[in-house]
Each structure stands twice: as structure tokens, then as C-alpha cells.
């Protein structure tokens, strides 16, 4: 947790015909954690940012997600998700572990393999995954007053 200024060059890429998504939280969370964001670690550590548009058949997709969020919690060097959805419905979660192998473990697991399959036929018209390593964290949080 470092308190440096980013050091490493910051890209975007936007499409013209692609609006700005706005973020707002998910209304009804797939899963029930506290809607607080994951805590900054000690760098490094990688992410993977999963972002979607789904499509209007979304059965059995809520009981397929709270069953992978159980799941991913027993992987190896998981850190923990964080999710919002915009108003247009692009929905963007951030997973974030501490090694590539956490997240190489996570790719090949059974049930995530076949809901990743199920996804591609059923729940979603399309999809992006970036993996991207985390040279800089730090949290900020507003002192409670008493």
C-alpha cells in the first residue's frame, strides 16, 4: 500500500459508438456481501476485470453465481469481488488475487468452466476479461464521528 503517485502509464480505450458507462451500485446483488469495496493490499497482485452485457434470458443465472462465489472463495490467493452495474446494464466485476496462479486455478475449475460455457450460450450477448497486475493500491475511508 504504497502512497507514491502511479508511476506506470494509465490506458483507455473507448469505442464512439459505445456511451460512457456511468457507474451505479448493483440494486439487487447477485450475492449479499457487504457493499463495501475490497480493501487495498500490499502490491503486487493482479485482477481480473470481467465486464458484460447480458442478455434479456437470465434464468438460473443468480443461483449459478452465489454457487461461483462460494466457490472462488476457496481458491488459493483469492482477495476478494467487487461489482456494480451501470443503467444501460453493463455489468462489471473486479476480482482481484494475489498471483496469476490463483486466477489460473479459478479459469480451469469445473463448475466455473461450465458456467462460462452456459454464459456464452445463454446469459450474455457479449463479454470482455482483462487480467492486468496492480503495481499501486491504497483505500481511503471517512473517519466515523461520534
Request: charged letters at 20%; glycine letters at 6%; proline letters at 12%.
Amino acid at each position: 500500500m504504497s502512497d507514491h503517485p502511479i508511476t506506470a502509464p494509465v490506458t483507455t480505450s473507448i469505442t464512439a459508438d459505445v456511451p460512457t458507462p456511468v457507474l451505479t451500485p448493483v440494486s439487487t446483488p447477485v450475492t449479499t456481501p457487504a457493499p463495501t469495496p475490497v480493501p487495498a493490499a500490499e502490491p503486487p497482485y493482479y485482477v481480473a476485470v470481467f465486464t458484460s452485457l447480458p442478455t434479456p434470458d437470465q434464468s438460473g443465472y443468480a443461483e449459478t453465481a452465489d454457487r461461483l462465489g462460494a466457490l472462488v472463495r476457496d481458491i488459493p490467493g483469492y482477495m476478494g469481488e467487487d461489482s456494480a452495474r451501470t443503467p444501460g446494464g453493463l455489468a462489471i466485476s473486479v476480482a482481484y488475487f494475489r498471483d496469476l496462479e490463483g486466477i489460473e486455478r479459478w479459469r480451469r475449475d469445473a463448475e466455473h468452466v461450465a458456467a462460462k460455457e452456459r454464459g456464452r450460450q445463454q446469459w450474455y450477448e457479449r463479454y470482455s476479461l482483462h487480467i492486468a497486475r496492480v503495481e499501486h493500491s491504497h483505500t481511503f475511508r471517512r473517519p466515523t464521528t461520534t
